[in-house]
């Protein structure tokens, strides 16, 4: 096994180190088991050291599939590195594996409605009456900023961690566009609804402008952090903290929220219904196909919860 350039290969997919460490350490156990040189091992091997994982060693279907995983990885780097002629673990899959989905899954509809009810609630009608007067100014900018990211998550369906690599020339309020970056998916353009506009707009010319005034340094990033209450600066990790008081606050407004996985778990299923397979890929942003198609379920599940409440017998 070729360690040193096989974790190469791993860190070219920008894998967590934690992940280079488990697949490199799967793969020489199964050359282990295997007792084969990696020219040697064939499509059989591989599944009959699934079969052994399975019965011997008694590893759930999960773990089976991040071993397989692993094992891919490896013969895909021999492959591209002309070192053997095929690739033994292609087009195998563990079934049996989907993760399973959160159970309230919103419709557009509802989505919206969350969004309108934040607007409202913490926005046009919030009272900061219990805010010091020197906090006051604080609350409201960090409150404006959440809005138009929640937008985002709303009618976007974008990851919360993609919030941080949106710079301001990538959005577009001309073509009612904005520019999303992903390292393994590369950049994707998503529309803007109508709605969103007047946000922005806000956003860029009264919002973002105050909250510069807060950074010790110039930033092209579109949405900034600030300072916690009694602070003059803001530290350049500090938007990352948030989403947890954001989640805390659409509680407030829907009960059967969860976190924002659940928020973009709805907005595929729905993309899922009217825009297709390969077009939600895109929209969603996932490197495989096979990652949107983990969102299939839903569609079902949803489709069965209809049935049965129509049609109960």
Same mark, same amino acid.
């Given at each position: 096994?070729?360690?040193?350039?096989?974790?190469?290969?791993?860190?070219?997919?920008?894998?967590?180190?934690?992940?280079?460490?488990?697949?490199?350490?799967?793969? $020489?156990? !199964?050359?282990?088991?295997?007792?084969?040189?990696?020219? #040697?091992?064939?499509?059989?091997?591989?599944?009959?050291?699934?079969?052994?994982?399975?019965?011997?060693?008694?590893?759930?279907?999960?773990?089976?599939?991040?071993?397989?995983?692993?094992?891919?990885?490896? !013969?895909?780097?021999?492959?591209?590195?002309?070192?053997?002629? $095929?690739?033994?673990?292609?087009?195998?899959?563990?079934?049996?594996?989907?993760?399973?989905?959160?159970?309230?899954?919103?419709?557009? $509809?509802?989505?919206?409605?969350?969004?309108?009810?934040?607007?409202?609630?913490?926005?046009?009608?919030?009272?900061?009456?219990?805010?010091?007067?020197?906090?006051?100014?604080?609350?409201?900018?960090?409150?404006?900023?959440?809005?138009?990211?929640?937008?985002?998550?709303?009618?976007?369906?974008?990851?919360?961690?993609?919030?941080?690599?949106?710079?301001?020339?990538?959005?577009?309020?001309?073509?009612?566009?904005?520019?999303?970056?992903?390292?393994?998916?590369?950049?994707?353009?998503?529309?803007?609804?109508?709605?969103?506009?007047?946000?922005?707009?806000?956003?860029?010319?009264?919002?973002?402008?105050?909250?510069?005034?807060? #950074?010790?340094?110039?930033?092209?990033?579109?949405?900034?952090?600030?300072?916690?209450?009694?602070?003059?600066?803001?530290?350049?990790?500090?938007?990352?903290?948030?989403?947890?008081?954001?989640?805390?606050?659409?509680?407030?407004?829907?009960? #059967?929220?969860?976190?924002?996985?659940?928020?973009?778990?709805?907005?595929?299923? !729905?993309?899922?219904?009217? #825009?297709?397979?390969?077009?939600?890929?895109?929209?969603?942003?996932?490197?495989?196909?096979?990652?949107?198609?983990?969102?299939?379920?839903?569609?079902?599940?949803?489709?069965?919860?209809?049935?049965?409440?129509?049609?109960?017998?």
């Amino acid at each position: 096994m070729k360690n040193t350039e096989f974790t190469i290969y791993l860190e070219s997919k920008n894998l967590s180190a934690s992940s280079i460490n488990y697949y490199t350490m799967y793969v $020489e156990w !199964f050359f282990k088991w295997a007792k084969k040189e990696d020219i #040697q091992v064939t499509k059989p091997d591989i599944l009959k050291y699934l079969e052994y994982l399975k019965n011997r060693k008694r590893v759930q279907n999960i773990t089976q599939k991040n071993y397989l995983t692993a094992l891919n990885h490896y !013969f895909t780097f021999l492959y591209q590195n002309g070192q053997t002629i $095929e690739n033994p673990c292609q087009f195998l899959k563990i079934r049996g594996t989907n993760k399973k989905q959160l159970h309230k899954l919103y419709t557009m $509809e509802e989505l919206e409605l969350l969004f309108d009810n934040y607007y409202q609630y913490f926005v046009r009608g919030y009272d900061d009456s219990h805010i010091p007067k020197n906090q006051q100014k604080h609350s409201e900018l960090n409150r404006q900023r959440n809005t138009v990211i929640l937008s985002l998550l709303v009618y976007q369906g974008i990851r919360t961690n993609e919030i941080n690599t949106i710079e301001t020339d990538d959005l577009d309020l001309i073509k009612a566009s904005i520019k999303i970056r992903n390292k393994k998916a590369g950049e994707r353009v998503l529309p803007l609804k109508a709605s969103q506009i007047g946000l922005f707009i806000n956003y860029v010319q009264n919002i973002r402008p105050q909250i510069v005034e807060y #950074q010790t340094r110039e930033n092209e990033k579109l949405f900034l952090p600030l300072p916690k209450s009694g602070r003059r600066t803001a530290g350049k990790d500090m938007l990352k903290h948030i989403f947890k008081p954001l989640v805390g606050q659409v509680k407030t407004i829907d009960k #059967q929220f969860l976190n924002f996985q659940q928020v973009r778990a709805s907005v595929i299923t !729905f993309w899922l219904k009217t #825009q297709g397979l390969r077009k939600t890929q895109y929209l969603a942003g996932h490197s495989t196909i096979v990652s949107t198609e983990n969102y299939l379920p839903n569609d079902i599940d949803n489709l069965i919860d209809d049935i049965n409440k129509l049609h109960p017998f």
